[in-house]
């Protein structure tokens, strides 16, 4: 079998990266897209054929969706998540650090995809959640509190053996007084 015939034999995985972006009072940016009925956050498909990395991707996604070009800082979790009727998605949520008044007074939304913007304590930005994001967002928020590193996932959730430092339990995004 030729090296071509044998990469087209193999299985098939899809692979996206998002960043979470906050601001001094701990809210979560999230956008509202108009293909689907829950919120997202800023990222989107990574175009591997292009020799695109998951790092490269969440900064061209976050340019491409909210018009700012920031480099994303540390990977929070990696998540193995299967899915009916599509391939497994792996999905890399880096951190995008904490945008100051400037920075969203710059946002700019990508008219063909999204709606809205907003900055949500996790109390309110929950709800509004797919529950694979939902979980995945809550195991990056622990390992961004916790300091430990990026949360392993499968289907949001820690897989089976030993719980990584900063992969379960509720995220603490608490008000500002």
Do not use: K
């Amino acid at each position: 079998m030729d090296y071509a015939t044998y990469i087209a034999g193999l299985p098939r995985v899809l692979a996206g990266a998002g960043v979470i972006f906050r601001d001094a009072e701990g809210r979560l940016l999230l956008v509202e897209p108009n293909y689907r009925d829950t919120w997202v956050l800023p990222g989107g498909t990574i175009e591997s054929d292009a020799g695109e990395s998951p790092r490269q991707a969440a900064r061209r996604e976050t340019l491409e969706e909210i018009g700012l070009d920031i480099e994303p800082g540390p990977l929070l979790a990696v998540d193995w998540a299967r899915g009916e009727g599509r391939p497994p998605l792996v999905s890399y949520l880096f951190d995008g650090g904490v945008l100051d008044a400037e920075q969203c007074a710059a946002i700019r939304l990508q008219e063909e995809e999204l709606l809205s913007w907003r900055l949500l304590h996790w109390e309110d930005a929950e709800p509004l959640l797919a529950e694979d994001l939902r979980l995945r967002i809550r195991a990056a928020l622990n390992a961004l509190r916790n300091g430990g590193g990026p949360a392993e996932l499968e289907d949001g959730l820690p897989p089976a053996g030993p719980t990584p430092p900063g992969a379960t339990g509720r995220p603490t995004t608490e008000r500002a007084s």
